[in-house]
């Protein structure tokens, strides 16, 4: 599977009602998104 390089991922999530933006220090690649779902729901 080919994709974006998670290196050049910028995220950032606002909350609304607090006012506060949080960016995450790490954006997972996608087999590590895969393990975690897979522990999870297995």
């Known amino acids: 599977m080919g ?3 998670p290196a050049l ?3 950032a999530f606002y909350f ?3 006012d506060l933006v949080i ?3 790490h ?3 996608e087999e590590q998104l ?3 779902w897979r ?3 297995g």
């Open 39 to 41: 522990a999870v729901f």
């Open 9 to 11: 991922i910028d995220a």
């Open 27 to 29: 954006v997972d690649t």
């Open 23 to 25: 960016r995450p220090e």
């Open 16 to 18: 609304v009602a607090d």
């Open 34 to 36: 895969l393990e975690r």
């Open 3 to 5: 994709g974006i390089d």
